[in-house]
């Protein structure tokens, strides 16, 4: 298997990204056996949950299958699956916008429900991986913002369906582009990263004890939080455009 080192400070993303190409160039076939992760942390040099890490983004891309005491194998795979839908057309209004975060939040409630049911060790594991680097990175809010994602990621291959995976992978990553600047904002303050961590382990320890009302619920209250956020920006951004308008700027 070819690698190529990377120091410490590059994020999973690179390591999912080389062996991701791999699989696509045929170097990597469906049925083969990826190195340990101990193996895998020599041959790039990191550490453990940045390769825990790397590991469930290929997951959640359906390339890679990973079962507790038998390594990760590589899936067989249709190029077509990696082509999600692309709303960037759509997303040119506020109305369009709060449209997709109200698919957003039907979906992720559902998907909250049947990951309290079939999620496994091995999915509680990665998730409270993530929590514990979202603790770590509060101050650094790039780091925060993609453990953010990658929680709901990890939350949605906890229902072992491959299409929820697929449909919040296509949805966040168009709202975060949608959200850059809100984004931005709330991350940028501790305190309020903190507010989303918490909020993340409510999650998290509904699905623990497959409380599907309670992960529901306490999803529901996290995605409310940016609703809030995001009505607060737009007001204040129509309120700019009046000011302007006025003359007041």
Known sequence: MKTTKIN??????????????????GDLKPGDRLPTGKELCEMYGVGRSTVR???????????????????STVKTWNPEIMALPNFQDFLISEETV?????????????????????????DLNKLEDNLKYMELNLSNPNESKKTDMLF????AQSTQNSIMVHLIEAISDQMDKA????????????????????????IYQAVVEQNTALAQQKMLDHLGH???????????????KEMEKRGKF
Not at 100 to 115: C, F, H, Y
Not at 226 to 240: A, V
């Open 8 to 25: 410490r400070q590059k994020i999973y993303e690179v390591i999912a990204e080389q062996i991701k190409q791999q699989i696509i160039d």
């Open 53 to 71: 890490e790397a590991l469930s983004a290929l997951e959640i891309m359906g390339l890679i299958e990973t079962r507790q005491g038998e390594g």
């Open 98 to 122: 709060l449209e997709l975060m109200e698919a957003r939040k039907s979906l992720e409630i559902s998907i909250s429900r049947m990951a309290a049911i079939k999620r496994t060790e091995e």
């Open 152 to 155: 709901h990621k990890l939350l």
């Open 179 to 202: 959200m850059e600047e809100i984004r931005r904002i709330t991350f940028g303050s501790p305190s309020l990263s903190r507010k989303i961590l918490k909020e993340h382990r409510a």
């Open 226 to 240: 940016f609703e809030g956020e995001m009505g607060e920006y737009y007001k204040s951004k129509k309120e700019l």
